[in-house]
């Protein structure tokens, strides 16, 4: 299954690398296969997770310094 356009993304040193000047090419697609939440879509300045995303639910607050 293809989620994104040729070359949108490409895999360097094991991370992934957005190509922005085919960023108009982009859909959402990516975003709903990962089951982490780790792909965003970034859209009026809200980030938007896909709905197969874990939610993350805190019970203590972040450790400090």
Request: aromatic share 4%; proline share 6%; with cysteine.
């Amino acid at each position: 299954m293809v989620d994104a356009p040729e070359g949108l993304i490409t895999i360097q040193n094991n991370l992934a690398v957005i190509d922005y000047s085919k960023n108009d090419l982009a859909s959402k697609v990516a975003i709903e296969r990962c089951p982490t939440g780790a792909i965003v879509w970034m859209e009026d300045k809200k980030t938007v997770k896909g709905g197969g995303a874990k939610k993350i639910l805190r019970m203590e607050p972040l450790p400090r310094g």
